[in-house]
């Protein structure tokens, strides 16, 4: 499969769309080459407002294009979207409920070799904490642009778009279509289902494969819209498969898999293991160094998943050659 | 005295339907209950002027009648000279499908009937009727020619005329001015006015603006009816009148009844000016009924209505003098905000009452803005960054139009709408939800950069206080005005010197040297007064004609402005007065209760 990198496709469908929507204007915080937005600025100078090293500035005048009739795309790295503007987010976007888009990259470890500063793990919980706020998580190139291109009309509410900094595998085709709360069943299966989110979604898939090996009948949804996130599925899901495991590339606390325990502890308890930071600091490192010590791996989907197979609980009817596997 | 007066004018038979809302396009909605009522711009104010004791000469022309109702049933009156009335049994009587939703204002659809046929002729006809009275009214609801024949005539034979302006759709804006020469007063409502001069009138200086246009057409006085209030323009300029709040059941024929006194009150004598007091004591009469003609009352009940709440009613003399009206009114923005306060029994007295001044130099005399279209196109947009001063901004808004003064007594109350910070979603007319410190700026910022895209004026206005210029984002914002160029950003500095735990070199020094941080910015100072209208008037004037750069007008205030034991004191920050603080502030500011 093709690796693009979906900050790239931002902005270039930033650019594409600039011409038939007048009303978009594009922000940015001094990351304009890094976050891509900087082709719509060339492309149209007049509606493209870098906002220097000003994060919180840069969310206000957001909020007051909006509240004038515009459409704002505010980016620069998940770290400095979310965790600094924070409070201008809630209290002069969502509260308001202003039709801002807030589209980051360089979210998660995979940032890499920057270091903890630039890693942002938090950023869904905080985001997905604001009411009125919704929270997406696109997994390739495909699914950024539709997603995008679904946002130019979109102005019932705020979104927080988490992109992520590296190269990810194209999963969808240009069939793709966007919706919120509507989680995506890219596999179906029996014994255990494996949520994933953003660029986890390949790990997850490659993850299925194995565990077919070992037998084990693996379900995978990708779960793009994080909040409001697909409760139906999710319990359907559990349901059948009486296991979910879930995977991102954030803190375990408030993300995704506290969004899917938060669910199924309301609706459906089952057997619920949730993979991602585990309450610390990462560090630098490449991303695949990374990866690879802090669990984002379908090795470690793998493991986790058979250590869930094995006690004695009534749950999987068929395979029970699993529990060999250790 | 019984000199007769001539009203030429429409007969209408009105279909009025009450729902609660208005229908959008393709939307039907239920109503409770229909009316068949007779109606009739000329109609209503011989009626009116009937049951006010005087003899009328009407001049119109009806048809037949195919629906219930009957169109004459009020003009029937012993005071009323149906002779020159002309029934055309080929015609139809025109009949006016009135959709009212009450307090929120009517739609009318009109089918013209036989009002379209009184025609010249007819006026020639009935010379006698103009002839034999001492004052003729003309409305327009009748075809151009006609009423200008009517005009001609009373001219002539020098009689005082009275021309009410209605229904101009479909008809050329410079036919109706042509009707204005030789006229005693015009009178029309602030959509009328609106259409004849081709702007909005939101406030009084808009409608100043219209009135000097019209006058200059030849009519003596131009009177504005807006709502419950109305202004008046003549050569010695502009007076407001601000009406009567009553229990409003729907608005139709407040107008006519309001001309209808004020021509009786013109035929006995009185000057123009009381003229207007007891037109606007007929129209909030009107009000209280359902209909256009029910509620019109006799003459006893109106001058005990206009006795009892004179005071109430009375105008503001000299309002041409925009200074005096600012110092008048924002009194009464005063007595509101303590009002306020006291009911809500929380919020900020000092800050509100340190930054009244300018608010209210905003809204009554400095912004374009429609109180009865607070989303209009290309207004001027007003950010209060000091969002605990929303007392201050509830109160103009109030006295601006936006919504009835009763709603100020809700602040802070659940359901209300007056958040106890500005909320856009909740209160109509407030332009940015505020409430947390060092956000306005960045947020007029957006809005005036979206205003040079869009190629709209819009002037985005925002007030900051001086504590807080401790908040980093200000600064963030400061640099991105300037860098914008945004000239059409003004902002507002509310240097009252106090903050919550302290004055503010206390809390944190350093806001000193402030002038010289702003130009340091780039930015347009301008220092002034922060209670003396001129002063603010001008700022605004020169922030307005500062091209290629923003402007700050760093206001000298006092916080608790206007109460003498609130002046100056931290402790009035965020403490509504006690009930006897209350009163004794109401008392400072010339407010018994």
Redesign the interface.
Known sequence: MAKTAMRVVYGETLVRLGAKYKNLVVLDADLAKSTQTGKFGKAYPDRFFDMGIAEQDMIGTAAGLAAAGMIPFASTFAMFGSGRPWEQIRNSVAYPNLPVKIVVTHAGISVGEDGPTHQACEDMAIMRAIPNMKVVAPADSVETEKLIEFLMTYTDSPVYVRLTRMNTEVVFDSSYKFEFGKGIKMRKGKDITIISTGIMLTIALSAAEMLKEKGISAEVIHMPSVKPIDEKMIVASAKNTGKVLTIEEHSIIGGLGSAVAEVLSEKLPVKLKRIGMNDIFAESGTPEALFEKYGFTDKNILKEALAMMKPGKKAAKPVKKSKKNK | MDAKIAVIGSVNLDILVKTETMPERGETIPGDDVYFLPGGKGANQAVAIARLGKKVNFVAKTGTEEVPGDALKNLKHPNIDLGFLITDKSLKTGIALINTTGKKGNKVTWYTGANKELLPADIEKAKNAIEDSSVVVVCTEIPVATAKKAIDLAKKCGKMIVLSVGALTGKKREDIMALLDGTFVTVMNEKEGGYLSNRVISHMETGNLTGKELLARGTKNVVITMGKEALLVNEKGAEVFPGYGVKVEDTIGGGDAFCGALTVALSEGKSIQDAIEYGNAAGAMVTMKIGAQEGMPDRAALDKFFKERSVEGGHYRDYNDTIKMLEKRTTKMRVNIIKMLGCSKSGHPGGSLSAIDIVSTLYLHVMNVDPKNPKMENRD?FILSKGHAAPALYTALAEAGFFPEEKLWQLRKIDGGLSGHP???KTPGV??????L??????????????K??GSP?RIYVIMGDGEMQE??IW??A??SH??RLDNVCAILDYNGLQIDGSIGEVKSGLEPLVEKWKAFNWNVIEIDGHNYEQIIEAFESAKNTKGSPSIIIARTVKGKGISFMERKVEYHGVAPTPDEEARALKELGCEN
């Open positions: 947009k909320d856009m979603k332009d940015m939800t505020t409430g947390s060092g956000q306005g700026l960045s947020i007029a910022n957006g809005m005036a950069l979206a205003a895209l869009q819009s980093g984002q963030e914002a640099m991105t860098h914008r």
